[in-house]
């Protein structure tokens, strides 16, 4: 953890928003307290923050058109909380962009594990020594991965948002190429684990993936389904 990091915890509940803003200050992180999304959206124009906990269940506006909003305007880390909502719900925000999960009320322990786990994946070396060696950049079908920066590009040098679990699957894809890869295996090496045991949580990111670098993401060339056993990176794009 770098010292001072900014967490915006986003609660619409004053007691749960200031006993999350209160362990999180103790363990050394800058916090911004917000009670929805209106004061989340004025807090971010003047102090951008390098995560944020954000309630689905709020009354004023609920979290998931929050996610989509805020990942339009940065490429930045969420850990949502919910009480209520459905698996549907939790499908719904890793398809946003959501980076993990957590069911309130949640011990806060496993919270400022949770965030550590995000962070140190958001600034993760980029990369792994014997393993993609010196290059710098990798390309997956329509976009190259920069992984020095972390970030990903189209031809015209645009860059695209990644979450830090894409990022990381992108990086466990380019150091596995033409390898089959489970589930398990790629939740382990993006460091994307859901303790939860959601078990399609993998398939999300994977969908969101396909998005961003496919040519037709419906019938996908470079991250081939493998039934029944994983996905399978193929840097040419051809068929297996």
């Known amino acids: 953890m770098s010292p001072g990091q900014h967490i915006m915890v986003v609660d619409d509940e004053p007691a749960a928003r200031d006993m999350v803003g209160d362990y999180l200050k103790m363990h050394g992180f800058r916090v911004t307290l917000c009670d929805g999304a209106a004061s ?25 058109s929050v996610i989509r909003d805020l ?10 909380l919910t009480a209520t909502a459905s698996p549907v719900d939790r ?22 594990a949770r965030i550590r786990s995000v962070l140190r ?40 948002a990644l979450t830090s679990s894409e990022f990381n699957l992108l990086k466990a894809f380019a150091e596995n190429p033409r390898r089959v890869l489970s589930r398990d295996k790629l939740l382990d090496l993006a460091g994307a ?19 961003k670098i496919e040519p037709d993401p419906d019938t996908p060339a ?17 068929k297996r």
């Open 121 to 160: 994946r958001a600034v993760a070396p980029a990369q792994a020594p014997g393993q993609i060696g010196q290059r710098e950049t990798v390309r997956f079908g329509t976009k190259t991965l920069d992984l020095t920066a972390h970030v990903l590009r189209d031809d015209a040098g645009d860059e695209h």
């Open 222 to 238: 470079f991250i081939k389904t493998v039934r029944g056993a994983g996905y399978m990176f193929m840097p040419d794009g051809e």
């Open 71 to 80: 990942k339009r305007r940065m490429p930045v880390p969420v850990i949502m």
């Open 193 to 211: 684990r859901d303790p939860d045991a959601f078990d399609r949580a993998i398939d999300v990111r994977i969908t969101r993936i396909r998005k």
């Open 91 to 112: 499908i719904v925000g890793l398809e946003l962009g959501a980076d993990d999960y957590l069911a309130k009320p949640c011990e806060l322990r496993e919270l400022l």
């Open 40 to 64: 989340l959206r004025q807090a971010i124009q003047s102090d951008r923050p390098d995560l944020v906990v954000l309630d689905l269940n709020m009354p004023e506006e609920d979290g998931l």
